[in-house]
């Protein structure tokens, strides 16, 4: 296990909720902290633009109140992802508003900046960036990233192709700071395998669809609970970079889920255009299979905890 900076010292459980494309918001990330893991949202969720600074007045007042509450039970910290790709003209905007309520981690995707980090340092902010490879994750510590977090392959949304071990154990050779380890976790014994190859925490996205606070529709969140890693399909198509998605979306956009074709990455697009384009093509991980119910958040970070501490047993037995 790697030295974690103090902002991870409250969380008694590994594990970060990931950002989800739309379906995150404050009442969705405020249980998630509640419930004892780091909860997140993109910064691009919240529209128009102006709509990102009432989310964070909400979410911290909700934070601040809970802990005030609950001294022996304090909330996680939160994260605000930035994508931090060309085409996201409200970088500078959202950063400036993560820096004046002082989000506590920046989780950033599709490149790496110092300036961004920088900012983040400046009020004792950390930076977890996500990686698919050992190359790019090299460069994101290089350019003043705080920590990682490796998307292997099965993750759902932006996703990796290596395998977990081979990601994690060439990642750790070299690098000592918190890791995130992505790719279809979904149960307690997933979060300590994780643990086990090496990671500090897991980053667990899909399994969330399914809960009462996500901002998804009903088909969406039944579709998680029906479906199993066969349903899921790694395409280009609808961002530019490859992801995960749920085929039945995709059918129901009236084309083929096993006959795609290949984007174009120069015309990646992370702003308004691509939520509209694409708003009903379903993103999801492979590790959807453990999903049986919608439930609250709480009810399955509770599940998540209960099989963890189960997983912990059997192999100290």
């Not at 008694?12 to 404050?26: D, G, H, M, Q, W």
């Not at 479906?227 to 956009?253: K, Q």
Request: proline share 5%.
């Amino acid at each position: 296990m790697s030295k974690l900076p103090a902002v991870f010292e409250s969380l008694k459980f590994p594990v970060i909720a990931s950002p989800l494309f739309i379906i995150s918001n404050p009442k969705l990330l405020i249980a998630q902290c509640k419930a004892g893991v780091v909860g997140s949202m993109p910064a691009l969720n919240a529209r128009p633009a102006e709509q990102l600074e009432e989310w964070l007045v909400e979410i911290t007042e909700a934070l601040t109140a809970h802990n005030r509450e609950h001294p022996d039970q304090p909330a996680a910290p939160f994260a605000i992802n930035q994508i931090v790709h060309k085409s996201n003209d409200r970088l500078e905007h959202d950063m400036t508003l993560c820096v004046k309520y002082k989000v506590p981690i920046i989780i950033t995707s599709l490149g790496a900046r110092e300036d961004v980090n920088a900012a983040a340092h400046s009020y004792g902010g950390i930076v977890m960036h996500d990686v698919i490879n050992n190359k790019f994750a090299r460069k994101a510590i290089e350019k003043g990233a705080d920590g990682l977090i490796a998307v292997a392959a099965g993750a759902g949304g932006h996703a990796g192709v290596k395998s977990p071990f081979a990601l994690i154990q060439e990642i750790r050779e070299w690098f000592d700071g918190p890791i995130a380890l992505s790719g279809s976790i979904a149960t307690g014994g997933a979060v300590l395998a994780a643990q086990a190859m090496g990671a500090d925490f897991a980053y667990i996205g899909s399994a969330f669809i399914a809960t009462e606070e996500a901002r998804a529709a009903d088909d969406y969140k039944q579709a998680v609970v029906d479906g199993t890693s066969d349903d899921i399909v790694l395409s280009n198509l609808f961002t530019g970079v490859h992801g995960n998605y749920l085929a039945p979306s995709i059918r129901n956009a009236g084309l083929d889920p096993e006959n795609l074709p290949e984007s174009d990455p120069s015309k990646m697009n992370f702003g308004g255009g691509a939520q509209k384009a694409w708003k009903d093509i379903w993103g999801c991980g492979q590790g959807i299979g453990a999903v049986k119910a919608v439930v609250p958040a709480a009810e399955l970070v509770a599940r998540l905890k209960r099989e963890y501490q189960e997983a912990k047993l059997r192999f100290t037995a």
